[in-house]
């Protein structure tokens, strides 16, 4: 596992991003700060920042899983009370909390978490590329997560803490989280099934979940198992990608040959919800 070089630190260059209205700083790595120049272009997921704009609420805390390196994070920090950011990758939790620290103004609202959320609490295996593992894929590039690849062999994995969703609300957000995001590669299919409505206490929060499709062996069984959760849940389900409410029963019913990659097929048009993120919500957008 490729793990933070402390040495490296002089090789970082302070950079300030804006997204909108909203400016702070970052230490970035040489290969780091093309993601940074895309993010400032608005090329990297516009719709997430739209849906942070319309539920993050000044007097209320949310909840960032899959924090990555800080882009939401330090976005979202300006809008909300607090953010608790959870984030396991050991690589990119390091560059996250750099990131963090280069914001005087903004570190103090920002609560840092180097576990994962899992289907309960323990041991976590988080795996570099994760379900999308290619020969390049290293801890720290967004893509580590719980479900490992299919066909990988010698995937590199490193072992983690979980704590599962109501243990962490309850022992750190619970009094006031509003909303929760999460893009945590796959782990939303052991997250969200049969565990999600316990969270009812809590509202629950809205939630913007990013979807990655498994293999299609499992891919109906896996989203359909988060579907039904949410709509246990949930009275209100829209696109983040254009706001639109969305039937999602219905969606997910048109669904018929869930191996259908050709343009424009039912299992796309759902992906294509499903990837760019979905909101489940109790409120009116």
Request: proline share 7%.
């Given at each position: 596992m490729?793990?933070?070089?402390?040495?490296?630190?002089?090789?970082?260059?302070?950079?300030?991003?804006?997204?909108g209205?909203?400016?702070?700083?970052?230490?970035?790595?040489?290969?780091?700060?093309?993601?940074?120049?895309?993010?400032?272009?608005?090329?990297?997921?516009?719709?997430?920042?739209?849906?942070?704009?319309?539920?993050l609420?000044?007097?209320?805390?949310?909840?960032?899983?899959?924090?990555?390196?800080?882009?939401?994070?330090?976005?979202?920090?300006?809008?909300?009370?607090?953010?608790?950011?959870?984030?396991?990758?050991?690589?990119?939790?390091?560059?996250?909390?750099?990131?963090?620290?280069a914001?005087?103004?903004?570190?103090?609202?920002?609560?840092?978490?180097?576990?994962?959320?899992?289907?309960?609490?323990?041991?976590?295996?988080?795996?570099?590329?994760?379900?999308?593992?290619?020969?390049?894929?290293?801890?720290?590039?967004?893509?580590?997560?719980?479900?490992?690849?299919?066909?990988?062999?010698?995937?590199?994995?490193?072992?983690?803490?979980?704590?599962?969703?109501?243990?962490?609300?309850?022992?750190?957000?619970?009094?006031?989280?509003?909303?929760?995001?999460?893009?945590?590669?796959?782990?939303?299919?052991?997250?969200?099934?049969?565990?999600?409505?316990?969270?009812?206490?809590?509202?629950?929060?809205?939630?913007?979940?990013?979807?990655?499709?498994?293999?299609?062996?499992r891919r109906?069984?896996?989203?359909w198992?988060?579907?039904?959760?949410?709509?246990?849940?949930?009275?209100?389900?829209?696109?983040?990608?254009?706001?639109?409410?969305?039937?999602?029963?219905?969606?997910?019913?048109?669904?018929?040959?869930?191996?259908?990659?050709?343009?424009?097929?039912?299992?796309?048009?759902?992906?294509?919800?499903?990837?760019?993120?979905?909101?489940?919500?109790?409120?009116?957008?």
């Amino acid at each position: 596992m490729k793990t933070p070089d402390p040495g490296a630190e002089s090789a970082l260059h302070a950079l300030s991003v804006s997204v909108g209205p909203q400016s702070f700083q970052v230490r970035a790595s040489a290969a780091r700060s093309a993601f940074w120049q895309r993010l400032q272009a608005g090329a990297w997921e516009p719709q997430t920042f739209e849906v942070f704009r319309r539920f993050l609420r000044p007097d209320r805390s949310y909840i960032d899983l899959g924090a990555w390196i800080g882009p939401t994070v330090l976005y979202g920090a300006a809008l909300s009370r607090c953010v608790h950011a959870v984030e396991p990758d050991p690589v990119a939790f390091a560059e996250l909390g750099r990131n963090v620290q280069a914001n005087p103004g903004l570190c103090k609202k920002i609560h840092l978490y180097s576990f994962g959320i899992g289907a309960e609490s323990g041991p976590l295996r988080l795996y570099a590329g994760g379900l999308y593992y290619a020969g390049h894929s290293e801890f720290g590039d967004s893509m580590s997560g719980v479900l490992a690849s299919p066909d990988a062999a010698g995937q590199p994995c490193h072992e983690a803490q979980g704590v599962d969703m109501e243990r962490f609300l309850d022992r750190h957000a619970g009094d006031d989280c509003n909303f929760i995001k999460m893009d945590i590669e796959g782990g939303e299919y052991a997250v969200i099934p049969g565990l999600w409505r316990r969270l009812r206490r809590w509202g629950p929060p809205t939630l913007c979940v990013s979807f990655h499709a498994p293999e299609v062996a499992r891919r109906e069984s896996l989203v359909w198992a988060c579907i039904e959760e949410l709509l246990l849940c949930y009275p209100r389900f829209h696109a983040a990608a254009d706001t639109k409410a969305v039937a999602l029963e219905e969606l997910a019913e048109a669904v018929l040959d869930w191996s259908d990659e050709a343009p424009g097929s039912p299992w796309r048009k759902l992906e294509a919800v499903l990837g760019a993120g979905l909101v489940a919500t109790s409120e009116e957008w």
